[in-house]
């Protein structure tokens, strides 16, 4: 049987405007304007067409990596061939170990899947061993309000009132949290991510702090990101729940955060790819930690992640950001209604995108 292989590998990037309901926030101090998303489509020998995502930040230098080192070496290639991306890691790894590079590599392993799962006729958590479960829930993933207890307690309301029951906040302040669990109620998980806020010595009187307002887990408490030895400590010292992993990649640096025993592992599809994603998961959850992929994503990344809850052994909820988009990617093929979505069962995974979101190339 002849193989089918890579005869073409696009970048598009996508910068799409957004309203959270408050000041933009700013990202590496610069104010974020939209939201934005780099494509990856992969043509094949055959004629099918994979669709992947590749992380956002920075998505000039992934593009570039993607375009001139990622493509030429992906040309030609078997598509079954799941170690492929395992191999460009290792022939490019003096670039580093994450960053643009990896983040490529990323993007081109989900569009290899989708591509792997077309072929098939089947969806990719079919490939991933099937699936355990229809739908999953979501989580409000609010975006930074600097502090702000009135934007946060007036979108905590919004997202409740928009059907959501779980919600997650990215703020460093014990009134930010208070506010939010004053409009919640004692019932409904809140999830605080601090973004890597304070150094080990300043970390435990920040994450006490928060405890009675029994957050599910505190996000990412440690800088720098990779002192998982310091995150250990805390977890321990505190007795708080942790998560950490957004900014990890590669499965030995997961290995590391279980053994610290920290509660929540958060791989991310468009930094790691489905194939290392998928490995992460199922060894930590062997492990006794529970994955919770970090997805707050708009792109074939939303896709790749609800065939990775679909698939894996702990039913969890999936992270979206909580605003209103100039246009919603899969807003009509893959919806989130009232906090929960269906996982999609169409070969590969999913819509692709549809040509409305073109307009918003960057």
Known sequence: ?????????????????????????????????????????VTASNGLVGWGEAFWGGWQATQSALEQW?????????????A?????ERALHNFGRSGPYVYAIAGLDIALWDLRGKIAGVPVHALLGG????RVEVYASLLAYGGNVENVARNTTRALERGFRQIKLHEKTTAAVAAARETTGANIPIMVDTNCAWLPDAAFDAVMAMKPYDPLWVEEPIWPAEDIEALGKLRKATGVPLAAGEN??????????VAAGIDYVQPSAVKNGITAQWEICRTAETSGATCVPHSPYFGPGYLATLH???????????????CDLGHMPYGKTVPIE?????????????????????????
Request: aromatic share 8%; net charge negative.
């Open 1 to 41: 049987m002849t193989a089918v292989t890579i005869e073409r590998v696009e970048t598009i990037a996508l910068r799409i405007p957004y309203d959270h309901w408050a000041p933009k926030p700013t990202f590496g101090e610069i104010e974020r304007t939209t939201l934005d998303c780099l494509l990856v489509r």
């Open 70 to 82: 990622i493509a030429p070496l992906a040309l030609g290639q078997d598509i079954a061939d799941i």
């Open 84 to 88: 492929m991306t395992a191999r460009f």
């Open 131 to 134: 699936k355990r479960r229809d």
């Open 248 to 257: 990890a990649t590669g499965t030995l640096e997961f290995v590391r955060v």
């Open 308 to 322: 990775i809850l679909a698939a894996k052994e702990k039913t969890v909820a999936l992270e979206r950001f909580f």
């Open 338 to 362: 009232n906090g929960a979505v269906q996982i999609p069962d169409m070969p590969g995974l999913g819509p692709e995108p549809d040509e409305e979101l073109m307009r918003f190339r960057a």
